[in-house]
């Protein structure tokens, strides 16, 4: 299995740019998280979806962050404008179970986002 | 705020020296779990211990959980470099499926 895909690894852009980050969940998982981590905040849980529908939003900073999943292989996370204080690490996660059923979540390599 | 806490923030030993690493919360919870992250890489999951268990281990790893003090500690025995890396513990977020993590414990393992 080739784990949680995520693209692209590392991203460099200007403020104001639009950035889409990437991800393809393990196969046969029907959860995924969208996290964000930094050093001041630690890791915070973005967004996830659950059979492809957004469960929970409340982590999304701003209206300049949107996540979609069209199918259960793809999502993706974007930031319109992007400002210097979006530079993180994103990771994806996904997991097998449903919102009441925990399991672990398998993460992603993450992308490393700088916003000049 | 749920997130859950964690001590120490950084630890550093010997190799072959045993690590213990605390963490608390503050929900009730099914079951908590253990993370790893080696640097630059994502999390890696190491053990879930259940919500009706006091002791759990694999391999090197000891995780106990004491749900009267809302709290968990994660043993590794006889640690070796290779265990350098940022450990952190994760919980359900009122049953549901939001996973709350800590902040992290960073070990560094001196050879």
């Known amino acids: 299995d080739a784990g949680v895909i995520q693209s692209p690894r590392h991203e460099v852009t200007e403020m104001g740019q639009e950035v889409t980050l990437r991800c393809k969940p393990i196969?046969?998982?029907?959860?995924l998280f969208w996290y964000r981590q930094t050093m001041m905040r630690g890791l915070e849980l973005l967004i996830y979806?659950?059979?492809?529908?957004?469960?929970?939003d409340s982590g999304m900073p701003e209206d300049r962050f949107s996540a979609k999943m069209p199918n259960a292989s793809f999502s993706t996370l974007k930031i319109q404008p992007s400002e210097p204080r979006d530079s993180a690490v994103y990771f994806c996660?996904?997991?097998?179970?449903?919102?009441?059923?925990?399991?672990?979540?398998?993460f992603g390599p993450g992308t490393r986002l700088t916003v000049t | 705020s749920q997130q859950g806490e964690e001590d120490p923030q950084a630890l550093s030993i010997q190799e072959g020296e045993n690590a213990t690493m605390n963490c608390s919360y503050k929900?009730?919870?099914?079951?908590l779990q253990w993370y790893r992250q080696n640097s630059g890489r994502g999390l890696v999951h190491l053990i879930l211990?259940?919500?009706?268990?006091r002791e759990k281990h694999s391999g090197r790893l000891r995780v106990t959980l004491d749900t009267s003090k809302k709290s968990s500690s994660l043993l590794i025995t006889a640690s070796r470099a290779a265990d350098t890396a940022s450990y952190f513990c994760?919980?359900?977020?009122?049953?549901?499926?939001?996973?709350?993590f800590g902040q992290g414990t960073e070990l560094s393992v001196k050879p």
């Open positions: 996660a996904s997991s097998l179970g449903q919102s009441r059923v925990p399991y672990e979540q398998y």
């Open positions: 196969s046969g998982h029907n959860s």
């Open positions: 979806f659950n059979n492809n529908v957004p469960i929970d």
């Open positions: 929900t009730s919870i099914n079951n």
């Open positions: 211990i259940r919500s009706n268990e």
């Open positions: 994760a919980h359900f977020y009122n049953q549901g499926g939001k996973l709350i």
